[in-house]
């Protein structure tokens, strides 16, 4: 087959080892690129006390490459990983906050260190993943226009949709950036798996969580790389101590508490990594659990500045948002912050949102960017107002 341009030959694709990665790396052989397969080595083994898929993952990204003839490299990121993702990842437990290593990661590390990796050493023309998001270039650049900038869009499959970790992009690498998956549903992304023979990746259990967490819990693997700290438990209404516990880190807003002895089920509202205290409530739906509007850092956005946001104005900007990739999106109005950051009102009071998340903005099927939250409002019970959305 031809290519769609000649503006690109050359495309090194980011494999994981995965059925998603595997198929775009079929799709785009087949309609004559150029591909060179990359591994990205982001985390050491030999850090993972449990059971990281690195190994398996390596084989299974060499022998796709293997069947279908186009060349393998492994590129080790460790050093950088660790300095720009997991340093942050750690820093910000200690902080109290919830950080997403995934964003971080597609951040730092997959459009910034693979891509200049791509264009600058393999001399490839663009570079392409198996993620689940769409461009307005096109999901192989096909529509590609020098000097202009491109749009990230919503995938076909809205279960699958990945442009919530790709809410930090650069521009100018989303402009070199193809997503042959993207306007694919999963089940066809299986089916085009299996009829081409690619078993090996086609029966392969899909990853889920973090792999530098490996199979140990979270209270375990955390427990090696911050201190221990003391702290109490305090339930919001009595204000009295009802427990201790051993650092704010290992807990969420919004997770439950199990406290032996007590006779409700308890669920964080707060926590305070200054004095490690954790304010519990009883029941899922205390209104100590929801907020109407939160703060966050300076936003990135990925075309453009949203007009009402632009400098030396000061209007109300509204779209949608969610702050957790599974959610349904929510309306929400954007203001600017003194510090550049974003004050933001929410059209329904929510649960659970924690410092230190992502918070990211949609217009239709765009995704226009994100910022990260610093700060919760008050809740409906410092305001003595009742949930009514549930």
């Not at 341009?5 to 080892?17: C, D, E, H, P, Y």
């Not at 869009?153 to 990945?162: E, I, M």
């Not at 453009?304 to 109005?333: A, M, W, Y």
């Not at 239709?364 to 939250?373: M, T, V």
Request: charged share 25%; aromatic share 12%; glycine share 8%.
């Amino acid at each position: 087959m031809h290519l769609i341009r000649n503006t690109f030959k050359r495309v090194a694709l980011g494999i994981s080892g995965g059925v998603d990665s595997a198929v775009s790396a079929l799709l785009l052989k087949k309609k004559g690129f150029d591909v060179t397969g990359v591994f990205m080595k982001n985390w050491d083994p030999l850090e993972e006390s449990g059971n990281c898929s690195y190994n398996y993952d390596l084989e299974d990204a060499e022998w796709l490459c293997t069947k279908l003839e186009i060349p393998f490299k492994v590129v080790d990121f460790v050093k950088d990983y660790w300095n720009d993702v997991f340093v942050k990842f750690i820093d910000e437990y200690i902080q109290g906050f919830t950080p997403n290593p995934d964003v971080l990661c597609n951040k730092y590390i997959k459009f910034n260190k693979f891509f200049d990796y791509s264009i600058n050493y393999l001399n490839c023309d663009a570079i392409a993943t198996g993620h689940y998001a769409n461009s307005s270039f096109g999901n192989f650049l096909e529509y590609y226009k020098s000097n202009s900038r491109v749009q990230l869009l919503k995938a076909k499959d809205v279960k699958k949709d990945q442009t919530f970790f790709l809410c930090q992009i650069p521009q100018l690498a989303l402009q070199k950036t193809m997503f042959p998956v993207g306007n694919l549903m999963k089940s066809e992304v299986k089916q085009i798996a299996h009829e081409n023979e690619l078993h090996r990746i086609y029966k392969k259990r899909e990853s889920v969580g973090i792999c530098f967490i490996g199979s140990r819990n979270f209270k375990e693997f955390i427990s090696e790389y911050v201190p221990k700290y003391s702290g109490r438990i305090i339930h919001i209404e009595s204000g009295k101590q009802i427990g201790t516990h051993s650092g704010v880190h290992h807990w969420g807003v919004g997770q439950r508490f199990r406290i032996a002895g007590f006779p409700k089920r308890t669920y964080i509202a707060q926590k305070t990594a200054e004095t490690q205290d954790v304010l519990v409530v009883s029941g899922h739906d205390h209104e100590a659990l929801y907020i109407k509007g939160l703060e966050t850092e300076p936003p990135h956005w990925i075309c453009d500045i949203p007009e009402s946001l632009q400098d030396g104005r000061n209007s109300v900007f509204t779209c949608d948002f969610r702050f957790q990739h599974t959610h349904p999106l929510l309306k929400c109005d954007l203001v600017k912050s003194s510090e550049q950051g974003l004050i933001i009102n929410l059209e329904k009071p929510l649960s659970s949102v924690c410092a230190g998340q992502f918070i990211v903005f949609y217009k239709e099927n765009e995704c226009i960017g994100g910022a990260k939250i610093i700060r919760c409002g008050p809740s409906l019970f410092t305001l003595g107002e009742t949930v009514t959305v549930l």
